[in-house]
């Protein structure tokens, strides 16, 4: 009877004891298991690229595997479906452009994800000013100045963009309100294709992301008019933005950002914006960021999420304002 009442009381010690022992919180947890990146767009192109130069730094310090998964189609919306039906446990994020989450679901309504509320937001990661080029032979050196000649020769300049709805769609058509012109608009399937037929001639102008036109604008095959966006490009410190050319409200930058599934845990987010934040800090990283005209531009998760908001209202307005419609 002695020994079952010493029993009973050392259990309950124990019991109680226990209770005070710390548990582990999701930060000290997280990871243990590789992380997938995922990237709603092929390999080779300048969101896998930045998800490349993440994934060697995160590896190191969060201490476990983050390999690429590039989930390309539907201007980004496939790579963002499987993002947000995965676990939200900080082991599936999503390195997504403005377009996927803000852009394409005004494109199509239908897409199966809310971005504000199928998404923990991470961080910005980078802004890509886009940058308005023509051929160096063309008679103009100013944003202003293509605007003239449109105005002489109205709807018959040809004008390439990435697609319909795509960030170069939009910013020609924020171009063309503020200077009160229009273009004839050509629209083609990826940077790629618009880009060969304008260096071929059988375009004259585009707006594109400064990572994809730099390489033509070094070797002079290219030549930049004007940046949509809110401050020059350190690469291209002489190319005035549009604003500075005194055409409002063009401002047209195409962030990256880093996401997870909605519901994943505070303490995992921080942990992983903190790394990421130190990742783009890194001077190896920020150099060859900044080298392919790609800005380093890490936000709270807080900042990021009210940009997330602001940019899906606002894209909205200009898609439904200019009756833009998705590509059949």
Do not use: C
Request: charged share 20%; proline share 9%; glycine share 8%.
């Amino acid at each position: 009877m002695e020994f079952s009442r010493r029993l009973f009381g050392w259990m309950t010690a124990s019991l109680a004891a226990s209770s005070f022992i710390p548990t582990p919180t999701h930060a000290q947890e997280f990871p243990s298991r590789i992380i997938r990146l995922v990237v709603a767009f092929p390999a080779g192109g300048p969101t896998d690229f930045v998800a490349r130069l993440l994934a060697d730094k995160l590896k190191g310090s969060l201490g476990q595997s983050v390999i690429i998964e590039n989930k390309p189609g539907a201007n980004g919306a496939i790579g963002a479906e499987y993002v947000a039906r995965a676990e939200p446990d900080g082991h599936t994020l999503f390195l997504t452009t403005v377009g996927a989450v803000a852009i394409t679901p005004h494109l199509n309504p239908k897409v199966p994800y809310d971005s504000l509320r199928d998404f923990a937001p991470i961080t910005r990661l980078v802004r890509n000013t886009t940058i308005l080029v023509v051929r160096p032979e063309m008679p103009v050196n100013s944003a202003n100045e293509l605007a003239a000649l449109a105005k002489e020769r109205p709807g018959a300049v040809p004008f390439a963009s990435t697609g319909l709805g795509s960030m170069p769609h939009l910013a020609l058509e924020l171009f063309q309100s503020a200077a009160g012109v229009k273009f004839l608009h050509v629209p083609y399937r990826g940077a790629a294709p618009a880009l060969t037929d304008l260096l071929g001639g059988q375009v004259q102008a585009m707006f594109a992301d400064a990572p994809v036109l730099m390489p033509h604008i070094a070797a002079g095959k290219l030549k930049p008019l004007g940046a949509a966006s809110v401050d020059r490009n350190t690469v291209l410190p002489n190319v005035a933005t549009l604003a500075e050319q005194n055409l409002a409200d063009t401002t047209a930058d195409n962030w990256y950002g880093l996401l997870a599934p909605a519901k994943t845990p505070a303490p995992v987010i921080a942990k992983i914006r903190d790394a990421t934040a130190a990742a783009l800090a890194d001077p190896d990283v920020a150099g060859k960021l900044t080298q392919s005209g790609a800005i380093p531009a890490a936000t709270s998760s807080a900042e990021f999420g009210q940009l997330l908001a602001d940019e899906l209202a606002r894209w909205g307005r200009v898609i439904r304002e200019k009756g833009i419609k998705a590509e059949p």
